[in-house]
């Protein structure tokens, strides 16, 4: 079972010119050789990285029909990203896709490792962007799995997952050792939700949360911007630096060149493991309240409890 960790997160610089598979697969290997350099594992890439392909895209390809045209890209892309990344005895979370799944596409997160095998994320929360049926139409995942490898109880949240207190409870009860958020978000208040949450999740599951997403505007109609970053976050104790924040880019509107790789090193994942048993600070492990404990008062400061129906449990 693995002690330490080190993970490789790329903020993939989305305003990179890139004009073919042949172009996408040299910058991701470029990468991979960097992180398996540094030391790293683990690599992981951001939500969404499949924008990029639009640059090479047909010309007048409406916004309705580019979550098909990106999945069939992803068919030939993602098992070329973890040949690669096998090659180099490397883990890899390739981003996330668009992924026939019934009648529709989800957004699937792909997480490779170096043995062959292949662990599959839905997306369970989707964006107002995500569901539009005049531009990127998505279907909800349905089913939220861990995987193990190593050791290592692994979870992957996607972007919006991870704010998600349902989910975070229904881990609670057997956590993860390890979070991986792959991330897109257009906007500054986004990646402050993301990294907000991720850095809960840390303290209530007791476990380590990455966060990698994309920088930078992609150079291809309509406009669209992604303020993002990279980041491991761990609880906030005095055996792990107290502030919580293990590795951390902060957010960046835009970079340069292929966007920055956080080397995260030697994270403590075993140390985790024994704390989250015995040895926290203060953290007692999951307490569920039942629902009778919540009460609503009157106004007036009263005291008398207004009736209430039980709390419903939270969906996964």
């Known amino acids: 079972m693995l002690e330490t960790l080190t993970l490789a997160l790329w903020a993939t610089n989305m305003g990179l010119a890139i004009r073919s598979r042949d172009a996408f697969l040299a910058v991701a290997e470029r990468m991979l050789d960097r992180a398996r350099a540094a030391g790293a594992e683990l690599a992981l ?64 997160a792909f997480l490779g490792f170096p043995d062959g095998s292949l662990h ?88 380590a949360v990455a966060v990698a997403g994309g920088v930078g505007t992609v150079p291809v109609p309509p406009e669209r911007p992604n303020v993002s970053g990279a980041g491991l976050y761990l609880p906030c104790e005095m055996a792990f ?29 075993g140390e985790l493991r024994r704390r989250r048993v015995d040895g926290a600070e203060v953290w007692p492990g999951y307490r569920s309240c039942a629902p009778e404990s919540l009460r609503l008062l009157a106004a007036g400061g009263s005291g008398q409890a207004v009736d209430q129906e039980p709390a419903q449990q939270p969906i996964g």
């Open 45 to 108: 890439f951001p939500e969404h990285l499949g924008e990029l392909w639009l640059q090479w895209a047909p010309a007048g390809l409406p916004e309705t029909e580019e979550i098909p045209w990106i999945a069939e890209e992803a068919r030939a892309i993602v098992p070329a990203l973890m040949a690669l990344a096998r090659a180099r005895g490397l883990a890899l979370l390739a981003g996330t896709f668009p992924a026939r799944a019934g009648t529709g596409y989800r957004n699937r």
């Open 120 to 207: 599959l994320q839905d997306k369970l929360t989707l964006t107002p962007d995500e569901r539009d049926p005049a531009a990127w139409m998505l279907e909800p995942g349905d089913t939220l799995e861990l995987v193990c490898w190593r050791g290592l109880r692994i979870a992957v949240l996607i972007c919006l997952d991870v704010e998600q207190p349902g989910l975070a409870a229904r881990l609670a009860a057997d956590p993860p050792d390890l979070v991986l958020v792959p991330t897109d978000t257009g906007r500054l208040s986004g990646y402050h939700r993301v990294t907000a949450c991720a850095r809960a999740r840390a303290v209530e599951l007791y476990a």
């Open 241 to 269: 630096g107290a502030t919580g924040v293990w590795a951390e880019t902060g957010p960046l509107p835009s970079t340069r060149g292929d966007g920055p790789l956080l080397i995260a090193r030697d994270v403590p994942l």
